[in-house]
């Protein structure tokens, strides 16, 4: 693995890009960590038209073929990373969460929207029609079916892309939100498992820390 040339590109922030990122750093994989400042509008519309779909993220290996759309990059990574569970069930049970998690988004991207300003709404009022339903909906799903079955500290017996996903949300809302996980303390604690591995703690201390 160490002898390919991995070149990542994506905005100057987490967002998508953020659980690649941390799959090179679990991993101890080097990689080319390329930012597209996301106020320079020129930067990225010259770039636009060399992207399979017009989109960031996109993943180049030995110089070959772009590879796009974040959470396929994902899956690969995990897959040739040793992150993507230890059998094809835990494999089922990863897409599983995956798919679940996007749904989630779906259901409170309104609130999200107006939290940072590109969207509509009052974000109180979102935060009480959106959010909160959605999160009170989605994590005792996670809790009972995941974290209390998996006989281990992760979404399955051993970490994978879906737990950073996870770990990476949590920790970004609450930057923005604080407190609004604290009614599920075991959601709080996987957070802080994921973030207190060696590799991924030196991530985040040493990662660009604009936009996080």
């Not at 020129?42 to 290996?61: H, R, V």
């Not at 939290?115 to 009052?122: A, F, I, R, T, W």
């Not at 979102?126 to 909160?132: P, T, V, W």
């Not at 281990?152 to 949590?170: C, G, M, N, P, Q």
Request: net charge negative; proline share 5%.
């Amino acid at each position: 693995m160490t002898d390919h040339h991995y070149k990542y590109t994506y905005f100057d922030l987490g967002g998508r890009g953020e659980v690649t990122r941390q799959l090179f750093a679990l991993a101890g994989i080097p990689f080319e960590d390329i930012r597209i400042k996301w106020e320079n509008k020129e930067e990225w519309e010259a770039l636009k038209a060399d992207t399979p779909f017009g989109q960031l993220p996109t993943l180049e290996i030995d110089g070959g073929e772009k590879m796009a759309q974040s959470r396929a990059i994902n899956r690969y990574l995990g897959r040739k990373f040793g992150f993507a569970g230890t059998n094809d069930f835990e494999a089922f049970q990863i897409d599983e969460f995956e798919d679940a998690m996007t749904d989630y988004f779906g259901e409170q991207a309104g609130f999200f929207a107006a939290l940072v300003g590109e969207g509509p709404g009052d974000k109180d009022q979102l935060y009480k029609s959106h959010f909160e339903p959605a999160r009170d909906k989605f994590f005792p799903i996670v809790i009972e079916r995941y974290l209390k079955r998996s006989n281990s500290e992760f979404l399955t017996s051993k970490i994978s892309y879906a737990d950073l996903r996870l770990a990476i949300h949590v920790s970004g809302f609450e930057k923005l939100v604080p407190h609004c996980f604290d009614k599920y303390p075991q959601i709080i604690a996987h957070k802080e498992r994921i973030e207190a591995i060696p590799e991924i703690k030196k991530w985040l201390e040493t990662r660009p820390k604009k936009l996080y």
